[in-house]
Each structure stands twice: as structure tokens, then as C-alpha cells.
């Protein structure tokens, strides 16, 4: 239960409804408690991030609004006093990450032709079967190879661009992570297959998964792409973890139907352009 807090301090955004919460912050994320989305991006924020948070009343609030940039993560449910202040706080720019249909109608209301909505699919990861990943290992062209990840790929590169300098900044990749690149004969990384976020206490790990096809389109249409994240979900089977895909695009849910993984949860992202 929430207890009354009269003690916090608190910053109201001019006469907004919305308060941001500025100590003791844990004590308001009941309402994330299992969230259909995202779970591991929001174990991560509260870890390892200076989240901010809002809500919609001290004592007991029933909408909460999570800010890690440049995202904000709706819960409870929504509140048609709040629409101005959600304005004011989410500008231009913004991404959304909506719960429910419910949320959805809600940030259209408000919004409208300001915002795009992007559809996205959570997986279910219970029916993958190592052998039948075996079956998806091909052989790579002679001068590519698939290794673990090592610090010296975290050094420069996609790996670091896209994955460490956004989520491993206050944390060790090689101590908190896992994951395989695909590197040439130079050790250049041109994909890679990992864990997306710091694994926390819990045996689920999200999949984050990028061949870089711009560099060398010679090599599509080979399997390459399968290879390399089928790998990792084979090692990732076998240390016991369940590696979670959430599909923002119709190429990434082809790959995980291909790879044994079955449809969850329809839901939507959403981002403010205007």
C-alpha cells in the first residue's frame, strides 16, 4: 500500500494537475508492477537511470508517468483532467509507451495528428527448441566470423553507439550482459546479438539483434542474420535465461516467427512530431 506523504518534497509544473516526484521516488511504482510491456527497460531505468517521475495526486494516484529520455512510460489508468499538463511535459520529439488500448484512445485525444503510432508485438519465447535453432546455423562466408563479445568490440563501433553508450553507462557490459558479434578478418563488428539491457534478478534477458547490411549488401539473403541471433539464443537457453523479443517492425517479426517465437501481445509506441 502507498503510505500518505506529506513529507516529500514535491514540483508542480505551473498550474499543472501533474506533480513531479523528486525523493523517494520507489515508494510511487506500485502501478508498474506488471506491466504487459517493457518490464526489463523499466527494471533498468529504476536501477541504473535518474528516472523522473509524475503523478497525478500525492495519496494513492492512479496515473503515473515515468520519464527515461527520451521516453515516457504510462501506468494505471488515464485521466481526462491531465491532458493539458501532458502537453506541457511531453513535447515534440517524445516516444510513448502505451499499456493498453485504453492509453492509446486517451494520447489520441490529446494529440491527434501530432503523433504516430507505431505497432509493435511482445513475443512469447516458451516454444523455442535448441535443435530446431541448431537447424537455423549456416555456414558464414569465409571471411566473417561469429565470437563473443569482448571489450575490445565495446570500444567503438555499433555495439557501442547503439547499445552501451544508451544502456551500459553506469554499468559493465562484460559483467551485466552477454552476446555475439559478427566480425571480418579485421575484428570489424558489422552486426551483433545481445542482451539489450543489464540483466537483473530475474532469468529474462531482452534480445537485441542488428546485422549492418548498409556496409556489405553482397551478403544478403545468406542466413547470416539467423545465424548470428539464433547463436545467441542457443547460449542463452543454455544459461538458463528467457530471452524476450519485442518486434518494432515487421522485418524483426518475421525473424522471430522464423526463429520458433510466438505472437503475445499487440501493442503500441507512440511519438509526438509536432
Known sequence: MLKTRESIPILTIGE?????????????LDLFQHYPVFSLFIEYATLHTDYVLYVNRLDHPDLIMMHVPPAYLFAGKP????????????GKGA???????EFDLWLEKIYGSRMQSHPRVLFDEGALDVNQLKGKLKPLPQELSIVPIEEKHLIK????????????ENTSFMT????????????????????NYPMGSSNEIEVSYRVGYESF???????????LVSTFLIEAIRRGYKPIWDAANDISKHIAKKLGYIEKYHWMMHHIIE
Open 176 to 195: 551485466h550482459g552477454f552476446g555475439f558479434a559478427l566480425v571480418n578478418e579485421e575484428g570489424i563488428v558489422h552486426g551483433f546479438a545481445l542482451t
Open 157 to 168: 563501433g555499433m555495439i557501442k553507439e547503439e547499445i552501451i553508450d544508451r544502456f551500459f
Open 79 to 90: 485521466d481526462e483532467k491531465e491532458g493539458e499538463a501532458i502537453q506541457k511535459i511531453m
Open 16 to 28: 499543472f494537475n501533474m506533480i513531479k516526484v523528486d525523493q523517494q521516488k520507489e515508494s510511487y
Open 95 to 101: 516516444w510513448i509507451v502505451s499499456p493498453n488500448h
Open 217 to 227: 549488401q553482397k551478403y544478403r539473403l545468406q542466413g547470416i542474420g539467423t545465424t
